[in-house]
């Protein structure tokens, strides 16, 4: 997916460059209900980057579907910002990639040179994952994506104390199925709670990626983690 080769790019530089093999890149693209592209592919850091990365996440029953099956990082009541989150799931795998985490720095990735993001729901899971559970990475992406109004993302941050990972956001103009505005208040609402964040808007860029938006997000990337700590760590 163009996804995945976006951050397989950024993965390529950074080892050129004289980093680890893979270091640092966490990465989920996960498509919302209506099926654009293939569902689950993720990027993990410490792997190769030519390998076939494997799904972290279940098929089951997506609300918004009627309950059909569907690989999806939790699950939704509706599409909307002002519902309640399903609370349940999203634990669920917030557990599940914790363990992947766990694993890579066992494998000897620091906490600070990985970055966890993704695409539309893979950007919501990723920011649940950073702020609520793992404050001490390097930084979020989250792409055409949104947290609720009533997120436990907000009501976590408003204890919080700690310095918190920088938050990189794109989202068009005219998706028309995760609303700008939401994107937009996401950013805005996590700012206030001490998120160093910044918002790049797409014009006319509906629910979908675009070369500038993965061009600005290798580059974000790299400058995240930089080579001379790369090489520090070798």
Same mark, same amino acid.
């Given at each position: 997916?163009?996804?995945?080769?976006?951050?397989?790019?950024?993965? /390529?530089? +950074?080892?050129?460059?004289?980093?680890?093999?893979?270091?640092?890149?966490?990465?989920?693209?996960? @498509?919302?209900?209506? *099926?654009?592209? &293939?569902?689950?592919?993720?990027?993990?850091?410490?792997?190769?980057?030519?390998?076939?990365?494997?799904?972290?996440?279940?098929?089951?029953?997506? !609300?918004?579907? &009627?309950?059909?099956?569907?690989?999806? @990082?939790?699950?939704? @009541?509706?599409?909307?910002?002002?519902?309640?989150?399903?609370?349940?799931?999203?634990?669920?795998?917030?557990?599940?990639? !914790?363990?992947?985490?766990?694993?890579?720095?066992? %494998? *000897?990735?620091?906490?600070? &040179?990985?970055?966890?993001?993704?695409?539309?729901?893979?950007?919501?899971?990723?920011? #649940?994952?950073?702020? &609520?559970?793992?404050?001490?990475?390097?930084?979020?992406?989250?792409?055409?994506?949104?947290? =609720? /109004?009533?997120?436990?993302?907000?009501?976590? $941050?408003? /204890?919080?104390?700690?310095?918190?990972?920088? $938050?990189?956001?794109? #989202?068009?103009?005219?998706?028309? $199925?995760? +609303? #700008?505005? @939401?994107?937009?208040? !996401? =950013?805005?609402? +996590?700012?206030?709670?001490?998120?160093? !964040?910044?918002?790049?808007?797409?014009?006319?860029? %509906? #629910?979908?990626?675009? /070369?500038?938006?993965?061009?600005?997000?290798?580059?974000?990337? $790299?400058?995240?983690?930089?080579?001379?700590?790369?090489?520090?760590?070798?």
């Amino acid at each position: 997916s163009p996804f995945l080769s976006s951050l397989l790019n950024a993965a /390529k530089q +950074l080892i050129a460059a004289g980093g680890r093999h893979g270091e640092g890149l966490i990465g989920g693209a996960c @498509w919302d209900a209506g *099926g654009i592209g &293939r569902e689950g592919e993720v990027l993990i850091s410490g792997l190769p980057v030519d390998a076939q990365y494997p799904p972290y996440f279940p098929c089951g029953p997506y !609300t918004p579907m &009627r309950g059909a099956l569907s690989t999806v @990082w939790f699950d939704r @009541w509706k599409i909307s910002n002002e519902c309640p989150e399903h609370i349940e799931t999203i634990d669920s795998m917030c557990q599940v990639l !914790t363990n992947v985490i766990d694993d890579e720095v066992k %494998n *000897g990735i620091s906490k600070n &040179r990985i970055i966890l993001g993704g695409f539309s729901m893979g950007g919501g899971m990723a920011m #649940h994952l950073a702020y &609520r559970y793992h404050q001490d990475v390097a930084g979020v992406f989250a792409l055409s994506s949104f947290l =609720n /109004k009533t997120s436990a993302v907000y009501q976590a $941050l408003q /204890k919080n104390e700690s310095v918190l990972p920088e $938050l990189f956001q794109c #989202h068009g103009t005219a998706d028309e $199925l995760v +609303l #700008h505005s @939401w994107g937009e208040e !996401t =950013n805005k609402m +996590l700012n206030s709670l001490g998120v160093a !964040t910044s918002f790049h808007s797409f014009p006319n860029l %509906n #629910h979908e990626l675009h /070369k500038t938006e993965l061009e600005k997000l290798s580059s974000w990337i $790299l400058k995240k983690l930089p080579v001379e700590t790369a090489m520090s760590n070798k």
